[in-house]
């Protein structure tokens, strides 16, 4: 599938995938000063770039697992969504859920980019909903034992 990237600053990386099976492409941090993220604070890093998805899809942004395990850094709303009509920068609000300042420089790797199809679905009002064995159980209710 071919998704235009648009540069907004010259430095930018496009995404890029860290093997041939990859499911998510890398997202670079683009900028030439530092961003320091203490404890328990949110930033707005910038990746320098546009995306063109094609229609039916949508792009969710990740968590890199390495970042969040040993920086303590990962997207603030836990999965970022990337409309198809969506032709602004691409942002990733990063988090810092450790005890120490992190700092994030142009040319980091700060998140993953997953392109995947999406269903638009039609909500109609409904009087009642079919039965099911779950029924309206919640919140753990299905891993008991």
Do not use: W
């Not at 998510?24 to 604070?41: F, H, K, Q, R, T």
């Not at 890199?64 to 602004?88: E, F, M, W």
Request: proline letters at 3%.
């Amino acid at each position: 599938m071919k998704v235009n990237v648009k540069k907004l600053d010259q430095s930018a990386h496009l995404p890029t995938y860290g093997s041939e099976l990859s499911a998510g492409a890398d997202l670079y941090a683009c900028g030439e000063d530092p961003v320091s993220i203490g404890a328990g604070e949110t930033k707005f890093i910038h990746t320098g770039i546009a995306i063109e998805l094609p229609a039916g899809t949508v792009g969710l942004v990740y968590a890199r697992s390495g970042l969040a395990c040993k920086q303590d850094l990962a997207p603030a709303n836990k999965v970022g969504v990337i409309d198809c009509d969506y032709r602004g920068e691409v942002m990733v609000a990063l988090h810092n859920h450790g005890k120490e300042a992190r700092t994030v420089c142009g040319g980091d790797r700060i998140a993953q980019l997953v392109v995947a199809p999406y269903y638009a679905a039609e909500f109609a009002e409904a009087e009642s909903l079919s039965d099911t064995v779950r029924g309206e159980g919640g919140f753990g209710s299905t891993g008991k034992r």
